[in-house]
């Protein structure tokens, strides 16, 4: 079975500093897509970035980053110069590229950012 | 430039009673799915649909239903509502041919069962 675990309930940074969030997974399918998504206390969920298992580099978008460690099986994200407003709940999720594709989604980790 | 859509927002729901939970797509995704999210935590699986006609159960199906009739729309039936249904539930919906395409969202329908 597909597992993804996120370790840190909370984390706190300082305003224009970097903080990665953890995120390991288990499976034993070769091929599969990992996520990261967002959700502010608004509650909607914001997709942030995606890495495929086959991709040779790490994903980056803006800010975000991906630190894929494929051995390991680990997917950290990287969120450089955080803001005031990337204070939220942040969730590491995978999918596979056949079936449902449905994602299965770790616990989350609350992100602060203290000014 | 609707994306998903959910309604209702919030509802309150007495012990036993039923409802559904709509959902509409406008972007022709062929998958759609509905999750629910305890507090604290992540979300689940509660059913999904790969295409009009065809739907499944995801990890957590006891004490719903589903139809997909269109492509667009994808109601959650809740039958004789209970507290441990309390939850946030969120409909998403995602383009089949590309496995990296990421799952849109809806803003997600706030449900109390007292």
């Known amino acids: 079975a597909q597992k993804i675990t996120q370790t840190q309930p909370g984390m706190f940074v300082q305003e224009k500093e970097a903080v990665t969030l953890d995120c390991t997974y288990d499976t034993s399918d070769p091929s599969y897509g990992l996520f990261w998504y967002k959700q502010p206390s608004s509650g909607e969920m914001i997709f942030l970035i995606y890495q495929g298992s086959y991709d040779q580099q790490n994903a980056t978008e803006g800010r975000y980053s991906l630190n894929f460690q494929k051995a390991r099986k680990s997917a950290n994200l990287v969120i450089s110069a955080s803001q005031l407003g990337d204070s939220a709940m942040y969730f590491c999720?995978?999918?596979?590229?056949?079936?449902?594709?449905?994602?299965?989604f770790g616990s989350g980790t609350r992100l602060q950012v203290q000014p | 430039n609707a994306g998903v859509t959910q309604t209702p927002k919030f509802r309150i729901l007495k012990i036993g009673q039923s409802m559904t939970l709509q959902c509409a797509q406008d972007?022709?995704?062929?998958?759609m799915y509905w999750y629910r999210q305890d507090p604290g935590m992540g979300l689940k699986l509660i059913y999904y649909s790969v295409g009009a006609g065809i739907t499944d159960k995801g990890e957590v199906p006891n004490g719903y239903n589903v139809s997909r009739s269109t492509t667009e729309d994808f109601p959650l039936r809740l039958e004789l509502a209970a507290p441990s249904q309390t939850s946030v539930y969120f409909c998403a919906s995602s383009y089949k041919d590309r496995m990296n395409t990421e799952a849109f969202f809806g803003q997600g329908t706030r449900l109390t069962v007292v």
């Open positions: 999720a995978m999918s596979f590229d056949t079936g449902r594709r449905a994602l299965t």
């Open positions: 972007m022709n995704h062929n998958y």
